[in-house]
């Protein structure tokens, strides 16, 4: 009789591994996911935060260990994100079991992404909106999936006692779930419910109470509905609020405010609301109800919008939708008093006087605001860093969106540039602000700073780079400032480098510009430029705004191809407040001293200085020279009639842009001129646009000859370029790119030519990306150098 022969199984070997996570894993519901994955897989071991990352050991068996680092990669929560993973093999620890979290571990420098302020979660919202729940109407509910993130740190990593909730001590409810693993609100920084958390409250301009925490946001949205003007403290700061189709409301926050044209940003509750008042297409759609929650500019819709005093010189709407508890409630209590015969609209804008940065603290805003707001909504839990709304357009070709205004939801996420480098500051120019800090592979352009030219933002500048420095734990070894001799900016970045014993560089507007959108897009070679806006002081102490530009971001090699044909900007700073000033130097330029048959439009309310604007032209009296783009619309708004002074910067183009006749397709003749540098003959486009006006050509019609013109003629001096170079890359930049036909059309006008466009993806093409390619810059003098 045989035998049955078994064979004894032998024990698979057991593994244990170091993984270690760089990126956005701190304050993410990161730890909590790691917990999770590795009991599930029966894995022994431990995760704990540190200034390397998340570092993660996992112990058992090979098919275990191997299963826990795939699903790591593939299953993240939702506002995780792993940049970097190393990984290694340990030796096992015999007869370890059980899974544990354990305290985070402080150092010197750090591989961890502070997460973006992120709007509030599903389930959130459930609680809110559940009368059985212990947070039924409690505006500051969050959990690791939602919340306050960048606003409220001080320092990495981020732990409870390095937020500005570290004052808020947990109830025995909320710590329970604080300490639990498997719920969401583990590790929960900014957790908290009525009880132990934060409050609200409304008062009067001397701060007198109004109403408690139960009842603030109800009495506030019924003093909205009857026509009075709150300041609001929300998440990154306040914003100023009324009821967005209330014309006298509105009419009179812009004359309080002395915002006399300047669209105003509207929230509404939900979807249905902005398709109420707008068009929305699916990917405007996904951008209003996702987790950044930004202003989204939407075409206004066919039916009855909000006032017309919320956007009058656009076809566009700049609608977000509620991104904090604070804002729902109060969306819904507004709701339901207003009734379902109006849309739920608020206007909702920055809460700062004109040229001031956003308020952020409560005796701050009760006497910077006290001129503007009727009554203010306060509460307890302290703001940090200031950060406005963020602002972006989809474009409708398709592709990256339009960043018009880069901070809440985006800030600090940061730009990852083609190899690693020194940490350099790119402290940026002087309007639209925002200052560059890069470390390792990364550059942090900070949030939206606005226009430098008080005091109070240049506080809120240093304020900015002093917390980045900090929470990104690195010291420049460079600093990289404007070509402009007298931008504050400049001053700051000697002062500066001077202090710190570091050196202190300087690039040309335009080429920073330039140098901005090749790291945006990782581009380490030669490329053409195309670096179009309103104003930089150029190499040769002009005023540039108009260039064709090459640039190497290896070699660092750069000239100057070609520009606009120069003309002069009568009474300096004044010309570019009243774009009529424009015009007739353009005309004068042209041989027209005198209106032809149709009468100047601004000589019914300017027709004195006018009369004395050829004196100064031909005398060169105050009148410097300049190629920039950004004034040429503004001469042809002026020209046309549309906007004489403006209110706002681009307020001429805007308009210009909106009255465009899209079904025109003939383009006005913009030749490119021989030279070193080549020239590219915007007076034969203005000629045009004189000579059609002359005739009676409607303006809709010249706006858009205009646009075409300029597009044709910027794409055929870049191809001429090509040719004379031998490159086929052409990078877009500068504040003009931020009009949407030339967003659209001019990239499509240059691909037809056979280039190859890199446009900014993750920063706005205006000022904004400045300090970026002045940091860029930067760490390749340095890496050139050898320093």
């Not at 402080?106 to 459930?126: K, Q, W, Y």
């Not at 990289?480 to 570091?502: C, F, Q, S, W």
């Amino acid at each position: 009789m045989g035998r049955t022969m078994t064979r004894k199984k032998t024990a698979r070997p057991m593994l244990r591994r170091c993984l270690t996570a760089t990126g956005q894993v701190q304050g993410v519901g990161f730890r909590p996911f790691v917990y999770r994955l590795a009991v599930g897989l029966n894995l022994a071991g431990s995760v704990l935060n540190s200034p390397e990352g998340v570092v993660i050991e996992v112990q058992g068996t090979e098919d275990g260990v191997e299963a826990f680092e795939n699903r790591l990669r593939t299953e993240l929560p939702p506002l995780a994100k792993i940049v970097g993973l190393t990984v290694r093999d340990l030796e096992p620890t015999p007869g370890q079991t059980g899974f544990s979290i354990k305290h985070s571990a402080r150092g010197a420098g750090h591989n961890v992404l502070i997460s973006p302020d992120t709007a509030t979660c599903a389930e959130c919202l459930a609680e809110v909106f559940d009368p059985q729940d212990r947070r039924h109407l409690y505006p500051f509910t969050n959990c690791t999936n939602c919340g306050p993130r960048y606003t409220i740190t001080r320092s990495i990593p981020y732990d409870r006692p390095q937020t500005s909730m570290a004052c808020f001590k947990l109830c025995p409810r909320c710590l329970a779930e604080y300490q639990d693993p498997l719920d969401r609100r583990f590790h929960a920084q900014p957790t908290a419910c009525p009880e132990c958390g934060p409050r609200v409250w409304l008062t009067d301009k001397s701060g007198r109470n109004l109403a408690g925490p139960d009842q603030a946001l109800e009495v506030l949205a019924r003093r909205l509905a009857g026509g009075e003007i709150a300041a609001i403290k929300g998440l990154g700061g306040f914003h100023l609020a009324c009821d967005a189709g209330n014309q006298a409301a509105v009419t009179e926050l812009r004359r309080r405010k002395d915002r006399p044209a300047k669209p105003l940003g509207i929230m509404v509750p939900d979807l249905d609301a902005a398709r109420s008042l707008a068009l929305v297409s699916e990917a405007e759609a996904e951008w209003l109800s996702g987790t950044t929650r930004p202003i989204v500019l939407l075409r206004k819709g066919h039916g009855p919008g909000p006032a017309p005093a919320v956007a009058p010189d656009t076809d566009f709407l700049g609608i977000m939708l509620p991104y904090t508890p604070l804002h729902h409630i109060l969306l819904d209590h507004y709701r339901r008093i207003i009734g379902p015969q109006r849309v739920p609209a608020l206007v909702m804008t920055s809460g700062n006087a004109r040229s001031e940065p956003i308020c952020l603290g409560n005796r701050e805003a009760l006497s910077r605001l006290a001129a503007i707001a009727d009554f203010f909504l306060l509460h307890d839990r302290d703001i940090l860093i200031r950060t406005d709304d963020s602002v972006m357009r989809v474009n409708p070709a398709g592709g990256a969106p339009l960043v018009m205004r880069r901070a809440r939801g985006f800030t600090p996420r940061p730009v990852f540039l083609a190899q690693d480098g020194p940490c350099v500051l790119g402290v940026g120019p002087e309007l639209k602000c925002a200052l560059c800090l890069t470390k390792s592979d990364q550059a942090f352009s900070s949030q939206h700073i606005g226009d430098l030219e008080n005091l109070e933002t240049l506080g809120f500048y240093k304020e900015i780079l002093k917390h980045l420095e900090a929470v990104l734990e690195v010291e420049p070894r460079a600093v990289v400032h404007d070509l402009h001799p007298n931008y504050m900016t400049t001053g700051l970045a000697r002062e500066l480098a001077a202090k710190r014993g570091i050196p202190a560089l300087a690039l040309q507007h335009h080429f920073a510009h330039i140098h901005a959108v090749l790291a945006e897009n990782r581009h380490q070679g030669p490329a053409l430029g195309l670096a179009l806006d309103g104003t930089g002081y150029g190499e040769d102490k002009t005023i540039w705004g108009g260039e064709c530009l090459l640039v190497d971001a290896s070699s660092l090699r750069q000239e100057r191809l070609g520009h606009l044909r120069p003309f002069v900007l009568p009474g300096g700073e004044a010309a570019v407040r009243q774009p009529w000033r424009l015009a007739q130097a353009l005309l004068w330029e042209l041989g027209l001293s005198e209106p032809g048959r149709r009468p100047w439009p601004w000589l019914k309310d300017y027709g004195q200085a006018s009369r004395f604007l050829p004196q100064m032209l031909a005398a060169k009296v105050n009148c410097p020279t300049t190629t920039s783009c950004g004034r040429l619309f503004d001469a042809v708004s002026a020209l046309l009639g549309l906007v004489l002074e403006i209110s706002y910067e681009g307020q001429a183009a805007i308009v210009l842009e909106k009255v465009q006749e899209r079904s025109e397709d003939r383009a006005y003749p913009c030749p490119v001129l021989d030279g070193s540098p080549a020239v590219l003959d915007s007076f034969e486009l203005f000629r045009a646009c004189v000579e059609d006006a002359e005739a009676g050509v409607p303006a809709p019609i010249v706006s858009r000859r205009f646009h075409l013109g300029l597009i044709n003629g910027l794409a055929n001096l870049a191809e001429r370029m090509g040719h004379e170079t031998g490159i086929r890359t052409c990078g877009l930049s500068g504040g003009v790119m931020q009009n949407l036909t030339m967003a659209v059309e001019l990239p499509g006008a240059l691909r037809q030519r056979g280039l190859e466009v890199l446009v900014h993806t993750e920063l706005p093409p205006n000022d904004a990306c400045v300090s970026l390619g002045q940091a860029a810059w930067g760490r390749r003098v340095l890496a050139l150098k050898g320093l």
